[in-house]
DNA sequence: CGTACATTGAACCGATCAGTTAATTAACCA
DNA sequence: TGGTTAATTAACTGATCGGTTCAATGTACG
């Protein structure tokens, strides 16, 4: 995997068990434990998976007493919004060019 | 890696070389040889990369003669737009906190 | 027909990934 | 002090990644 911030925020995100432990995040900080507990894997792959969000900036990790409480950041979230904002553009075309063809085919049978 | 559509569209994005060829035909479809122009890898490593894209969806490809052009396609970049978009409210949460905070610094001073 | 061009396929390589189990660190608690 | 709990580290595995080179395919063109 490339080494630059923005693909190695990519990469972090392309796991749907990372996503997962970013979406219970959103809604609070949350030990190594709670964050295992909705899924089937060992204690050290979530670990792991905490590691490479970490490494991403999209978590950092706290500490009280044994726990390690994680904390979602959102600057790279929003360095993935911005990056896709550019494609912004590229969306709307997108609709109209789809919009465009909707209406040819709807008045296909107008004038035969 | 995962093979959920978004997990594979993250992927596909997880590396500089693709979101370049990404950022390329964002302004008009083009052939395998231009997309490769601007890099010192083999043609193949390309042509990898190009696949890579496709089965994320992120481009289609054509066929004129003995060239195979390529072109964006928007659905996978809305997905991610869709997908960072519920981290909105994360983000205006972490912003307000952030002027909260400067706020506080910034009269610190007044009320000794 | 034969040759040149655009692209892909096949086989290979070293690096990284996602998971495991077992051992280790670190803090609390009785 | 010794035991329990939370979490990480270490070592290993099989799979995948990103790149290479060389060969094959398919199309145009003289």
Redesign the interface.
């Known amino acids: ?2 080494n ?1 911030q ?3 925020v ?2 972090a ?5 990372r ?1 997962a432990i ?2 219970r995040l ?1 809604e609070g900080e949350a030990t190594v434990g709670e964050l295992a507990e909705p899924f089937e894997m060992s204690l050290p792959a979530v670990s792991k998976h905490l590691r490479v969000l970490e490494r991403a900036g999209l978590i950092t990790r706290g500490r009280n007493a044994q726990w390690r409480p994680c904390r ?1 950041q ?1 600057a790279p ?2 360095q ?2 911005d ?6 553009q ?2 709307d075309d ?2 109209r060019r789809l919009d465009d063809y909707l209406d040819r085919i709807r008045h296909q049978g107008d004038t035969p």
């Open positions: 995997m490339a630059d923005l693909s190695v990519f990469a995100l392309a796991d749907p068990t996503r970013l979406a959103a979602l959102a979230l929003r993935v919004a990056w896709v904002g550019n494609y912004q590229f969306f997108s609709y």
